[in-house]
């Protein structure tokens, strides 16, 4: 279309109805009429309409001494300059006059209009604005410049450079007043971001910079406070004496009331500690409780989360910093239930020796609640304790038992036969415990109202402990008669592993298992659609026809190592990344930014000194990575895997998958060890089982 | 909706504002027109930039509100012009007279100007601008040069000017004023 007859377009405009009576008032003879359908149009703008029809005669009144109807039309400009890019330059005049202007706002309002509208074709005419503006004797129009210059860079990086706004913003960093300078900072790390170009210097951070960011750090608002100690936090210390200079300005902030520069303050302070001696560093990190606390005080629930989500991270680096602080953490009846989860877990990560007793009450308190997942988590929780602290565990075997006696019912009756397979896991074959345990599991378990998981478990502890099950024969033929058909192959695989444990089993001798073996291995080689679990049952029957007693053992006998611990933990390079993206989304989500947002290509830049130790330099994580070797990088994988698992929509995989990344224990019947495995779905983990055996 | 702001409508009316006249100065970058609509409304000579957009000054003039808009008179703004067409009084036509090679682009665009529809009703007033220039054409070779004389049903007028001196600008501001205060009241 030619501008000719677009314009003729906008011309014709509505002939009726709302739009052209606003229509008519904005090109009214009349001042007050003008204005009245300019807050009108803003009006209907700010419920949604779309009134973007009317986007050239709200253009005309633009250029007006009347401040308040400036401000509502630049407002209008702002969100309508992309449907009118080709008008826009209408109003190229108005903002350079009023960059000009003698009223500090209006030039400050201008530059951010100007900088608001992403059209390509005002990038020409911002030059005499912008420079002005960044030069400007007032600092709110330079702060509001500085804003602006990255604002330009998104649109034209080019013309950015070129017209030299990118040195004048560089040059913001070391202006008088604090605004200035946190906004400088704050568009060059907006730039960095953007910056597609390797060589090109954005920011650059060295001591300079650093002390007169100490200096204006106090009288900045809260973003630029924020901004101003991601800049610290990003600064490479030469020495211990910096560390502690930053440090100590640092810790006053600890106290602010914004949870966001709390967070700030710990990242940053945890950051530069490691250059310190122990004693220091550990009377620093004493200095970070009561503010780690401050951020679970707070009113608002969700500022709540954020602040269990990143304490969480910090507990898993550093166990001890709040290990007398176990009652603030304890659920509060009114909290949301996604509250009290969270709690659970940073609960847990807090319990020891010194006060298991006092969470073991807590926990069962919860497990009288009436939420399902907070009393399957808190019957989880429990088993944890037991796997965590050896000395607990007659404790928590007898909360469970007590929590089904008084209680009982599907839910914690699956729950809790799961948690004590689990506990198992890690003690095997301790007589005292399997003689506790094994009675309340095949006492309680019913299969009617068993679970997936619960069924595995089940059937794994009767391959795994045959002898202290009574009527074993029956139970084993009633499901093969009753349920066999309506498991689910992962319950068919521990059947079949089972199966065959209690058949080499010498202390057993009976028909009834060697025809259930026998039906086992037909129905799965012929009828199961699992080509895993299919070859396994082939691999099996051809063992067994070898007839090599202690093959079979070795293979198929083999006694597991114990479980180690259960609670989740994340790989140590995720987790100083994690540490020093503390504050940010990274850690709601529990993954490094650069898993979800690209990364700029470039690094912030820092100019040090030569005295600069690689081995100190914690940025730096590519080359950590190269360090690191295989684990790391093996890690890494498994990541990436679980999360390609995590979107997978079968519910079924993900419920387990869910399960696995709460807690290891669903499936007792996983030889592998590792529990990082265990969040692959079912096939590979077939496959590895056979691995494994061989 | 429009409820909330009737009293100031009514008030408004009542005591503050008049009707304001709508006139538009147009003509070729550089002609002057910036210059003009700034000596009119302070009586300075002001420095102008290229006007990329508009200037729009309110200003009395014997006993009329005047609203006098200034648009921008580069090749790339003109085809904007027709978006300030409605409710338009009169143009004023501003040419430099000694812009020898360009007087016929003035005279193409004011022609093509003069048959929108919009403007039907417009007067028109052609300074003749920059007549303190040695070399300047006469305003009767403006008019000329302009076929102003094929106007139909037009009121017009050509009146020679300075804007730097300040001559013939209230002369052709009077014509204007006297041509539609009878169809503006
Ligand atoms: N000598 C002379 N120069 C003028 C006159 N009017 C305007 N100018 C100059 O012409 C240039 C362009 O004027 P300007 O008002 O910006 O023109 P516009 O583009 O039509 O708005 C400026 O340098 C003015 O000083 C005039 O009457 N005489
Ligand atoms: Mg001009």
Redesign the interface.
């Known amino acids: 279309m030619s ?2 007859k677009k ?2 377009n ?2 014709q405009g509505p002939r009726k109805g709302e739009a052209y009576e606003l229509k008519s008032g904005l ?1 009214s ?5 003008r204005k ?1 359908a300019i ?2 149009v803003i ?1 209907a703008m700010t419920l949604g309409k779309d009134v973007s029809s009317l986007f ?1 005669d709200v253009l ?1 009144n633009i ?1 007006t001494y009347d401040l308040e109807q400036k401000k509502l039309v630049y407002l209008y400009l702002m969100n309508y300059a992309k449907t009118h890019p080709e ?1 826009c ?6 903002f ?2 009023d960059t000009e202007d003698p009223n500090p706002l209006i030039r400050a309002l201008a530059i951010r209009t100007m900088g608001c509208i992403r059209v390509n074709k005002m990038v020409d ?1 911002m030059e005499i604005p912008l420079q002005r503006t960044l030069k400007d004797e007032n600092p709110y129009v330079r702060k509001t410049a500085a804003i602006c210059v990255a604002k330009l860079f998104d649109l034209n990086p080019q013309v950015c450079i070129e017209f030299g706004f990118l040195d004048d913003l560089k040059n913001l960093v070391n202006d008088g007043n604090p605004m200035v300078i946190s906004n400088a900072l704050n568009s060059l790390y907006e730039i960095n971001d953007l910056n597609k170009s390797k060589d090109l210097d954005i920011l650059i951070i060295n001591y300079d910079l650093i002390k007169n960011l100490l200096l204006v750090l106090n009288e900045c608002t809260e973003w630029g406070r924020i901004t101003v100690l991601k800049c610290l936090n990003d600064y490479n210390c030469n020495s211990a004496e910096e560390a502690n200079l930053i440090i100590q300005r640092v810790i006053p902030q600890l106290q602010h009331i914004n949870p966001a520069i709390v967070l700030s303050s710990i990242k940053t302070i945890l950051k530069h500690n490691q250059l310190l001696q122990k004693a220091s560093q550990d009377a620093n990190l004493k200095k970070l409780s009561s503010p780690l606390i401050s951020l679970i005080s707070n009113p608002i629930p969700e500022a709540q989360y954020v602040g269990l989500k990143n304490i969480r991270i910090i507990l898993e680096k550093y166990p001890d910093i709040l290990s007398k602080e176990l009652r603030v953490f304890f659920i509060k009846y009114s909290d949301p239930l996604y509250l009290k989860l969270e709690k659970l877990d940073i609960m847990i990560r807090l319990s020891n020796e010194n006060n298991f007793n006092l969470l073991l009450n807590e926990l069962k308190e919860y497990s009288m609640e009436f939420e399902p997942s907070l009393i399957k988590k808190s019957i989880k929780s429990i088993g944890l304790i037991a796997i965590k602290l050896p000395t607990s565990i007659i404790k928590c075997i007898n909360l469970i038992i007590e929590l089904i006696d008084n209680r009982g019912g599907e839910l914690i009756i699956n729950e809790s036969i799961n948690c004590l397979t689990t506990i198992l896991r890690k003690y095997p074959g301790k007589n005292d415990l399997i003689t506790l345990i094994l009675p309340i599991i095949s006492n309680n378990f019913k299969i009617d109202e068993a679970t997936h998981e619960s069924i595995m478990s089940y059937i794994w502890l009767m391959g795994e402990y045959p002898n202290y099950f009574t009527g074993l024969t029956k139970i084993l033929s009633s499901l093969w008669e009753n349920n066999f058909n309506e498991f689910n192959n992962e319950i068919k695989l521990i059947w079949l592993n089972s199966i065959i444990k209690i058949n080499l089993n010498k202390n057993l001798n009976n028909e009834i298992y060697s025809n259930l073996l026998q039906k086992t291995l037909n129905e799965i080689t012929e009828n199961c659609d699992d080509i895993d679990l299919r070859d396994k049952a082939y691999i099996y029957w051809r063992l067994l026809s070898v007839n090599d007693e202690q093959l079979t053992d070795k293979i198929i006998l083999h006694k597991l190592p114990p479980i180690d611990s259960v609670i989740k933990n994340f790989s140590p390079q995720i987790l100083n990344e994690l540490i020093n993206e503390l504050g940010t989304l990274s850690t709601i989500y529990g993954k490094p930014s650069s898993t979800f947002i690209e990364a700029p290509s470039n690094e912030i830049k820092q100019v040090t000194e030569e005295k600069e130790i690689k081995d100190e330099n914690l940025l730096d994580f590519d080359d950590e990575e190269e360090e690191g070797g295989t684990t790391t990088k093996n890690e890494n994988i498994l990541d990436e895997l679980s999360d390609l698992f995590t979107n997978n929509s079968k519910s079924e995989t993900d419920d387990i998958l869910n399960l696995f990344n709460e807690m290891n224990i669903t499936q007792p019947s996983q030889p592998s060890q590792t529990s990082s495995q265990s969040s692959q779905p079912s096939n590979s983990k077939n496959i590895d089982d056979l691995l494994d055996l061989f | 909706m429009g409820q909330t702001f009737s009293f100031t409508n009514i008030f408004g009316k009542l005591f503050y504002t008049q009707k304001e006249i709508r006139i538009l100065i147009l003509g070729l970058d550089g002609a002057g027109k910036t210059t003009i609509l700034y000596r009119l409304q302070m009586g300075e000579v002001v420095t102008t930039k290229p006007t990329i957009g508009f200037n729009v000054e309110t200003l009395k003039y014997k006993n009329l509100t005047l609203n006098i808009w200034d648009l921008g008179g580069q090749t790339s703004i003109r085809p904007y012009w027709r978006c300030y067409y409605s409710n338009t009084a009169a143009v004023i036509f501003v040419v430099d007279s000694t812009d020898k090679d360009r007087i016929d682009i003035a005279s193409k665009e004011l022609h093509l100007m003069l048959k929108e529809e919009e403007l039907l009703d417009s007067a028109l007033l052609v300074f003749a601008n920059k007549q303190d220039q040695p070399g300047a054409l006469t305003a009767a070779e403006v008019s000329q040069a302009l076929n102003l004389t094929e106007l139909k049903d037009r009121s017009w007028s050509i009146v020679a000017s300075s804007a730097i001196k300040g001559e013939g600008l209230t002369e052709g501001l009077d014509w204007l004023m006297d041509v539609i205060k009878d169809e503006q009241l």
């Open positions: 501008l000719e314009i003729r906008f011309l090109v003879q009349y001042k007050h009429e009245d807050q009108r009006q050239p005309k250029a008008l330059i209408l109003a190229v005049n108005t350079v006059q005419y």
